[in-house]
């Protein structure tokens, strides 16, 4: 593979890193040097953007085979992690994003959502059989586990839907996040219904899936700050609209990150009308939760830009930390090294 560099009048690396007219240089897949022009040797193929240079973005909550994984990338986003599909298409699907022949982001994947027998997702109009994977007792959960570990996930997805019917008892929850602490990956949880956030703070969960969008109490967003990470997901609770759940999910998002948890970008692709690439409502959402622009960059990019990460850019028509709109007009997309689009 042939090394690019590409050279901007202005770039942000990750947070506290603006740097006025910057160069990064991508070889094999990865970046082998960042910082300021007069500092770095310009490869044999450099392209010169008219915009603003940053890392490409993440999804860390999507369904990838209920969109279309060009226009993903085409919108910025190199890396998604699918939260639940069945694993004989979503393994399948994940090892072929790793090949440079892949029209698509890099695809990481939960696989199938564990869950207790009959309830969500295994009846979800929009999830395909196998996209749930019923499981009874502590052994048999842990086996699960196990199994979704060999075929190469890198979450374990859990549902805690007291609103369907019965959820995974407690003991079947523990065994789940024994077995994948064992595998080395985390625990997500789409949890909803009154105690169920409690419920996967308590068996040790690393992550919710959905900001929640009932009232949680300061004791309970306070806990979950110091031992969680929430993926975003707001604007499935809107769609653009002034809904009780954006406005609960906002009010505990704000609360969360200000007893400093951590946030991701995430936007359940795959749900409805969610756009494919990245999607500016939901940024502008974690905004009118109190993050900052530049947080918010944070929370979306895969990765800073810095030596040996991924060579995962996009460049766009305007600075981002002055407006988040910039989004809109994605000039320059590079996914391991490779130019997609610009
Ligand atoms: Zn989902």
């Known amino acids: 593979m042939s090394r690019l560099s590409v050279r901007a009048p202005l770039a942000w690396f990750g947070p506290g890193r603006l740097v006025p007219d910057a160069r990064v240089v991508c070889d094999g897949g990865l970046i082998s040097a960042a910082g300021p022009a007069s500092e770095i040797a310009r490869a044999e193929r450099e392209i010169d953007v008219d915009g603003f240079l940053m890392p490409a973005a993440a999804d860390r909550h999507v369904h990838i085979e209920r969109s279309d994984p060009v226009a993903v990338l085409h919108g910025g986003v190199t890396a998604v992690r699918d939260l639940g599909w069945p694993a004989n298409r979503i393994f399948n699907v994940a090892d072929a994003s790793e090949l440079v022949s892949f029209n698509g982001p890099l695809i990481r994947a939960a696989g199938p959502i564990l869950t207790a027998p009959g309830v969500y997702p ?21 086996v699960a586990v196990r199994e979704l570990a060999a075929a ?6 859990v549902s805690l839907n007291a609103e369907a019917g019965p959820t995974l008892a407690d003991a079947e929850l523990m065994a789940i996040c024994d077995a994948a ?18 419920r996967a703070l308590g068996a040790g969960v690393q992550e ?9 109490s300061d004791d309970v967003i306070g806990a979950a700050a110091t031992r969680m990470r929430w993926v975003s997901t707001l604007d499935i609770l809107s769609f653009g609209r002034d809904t009780p759940e954006i406005r609960a999910a906002l009010d505990n998002l704000r609360r969360f990150h200000d007893a400093g948890g951590q946030v991701s970008y995430g936007t359940d692709l795959g749900n409805a009308a969610i756009p494919a690439g990245i999607h500016t409502r939901e940024l502008l959402w974690m905004r009118d939760a109190g993050l900052t622009n530049e947080e918010v ?46």
């Open 208 to 216: 919710l899936a959905h900001t929640p969008w009932v009232r949680l």
């Open 181 to 198: 602490a064992l595998a080395g990956i985390p625990v997500t949880a789409h949890a909803q219904g009154a105690g169920q956030v409690e």
């Open 122 to 142: 295994t009846r979800a109009a929009w999830a395909l059989p196998g996209t749930g994977r019923e499981v009874t007792g502590g052994l048999e959960a842990a």
């Open 297 to 342: 960059l944070g929370a979306l990019i895969r990765s800073p830009v810095v030596r040996d990460a991924p060579a995962d850019l996009i460049a766009l028509g305007s600075n981002p930390l002055e407006g988040l709109t910039a989004f809109g007009d994605i000039r320059l997309v590079v996914r391991s090294g490779r130019v997609v689009i610009g």
């Open 152 to 157: 190469g996930a890198t979450a374990i997805k």
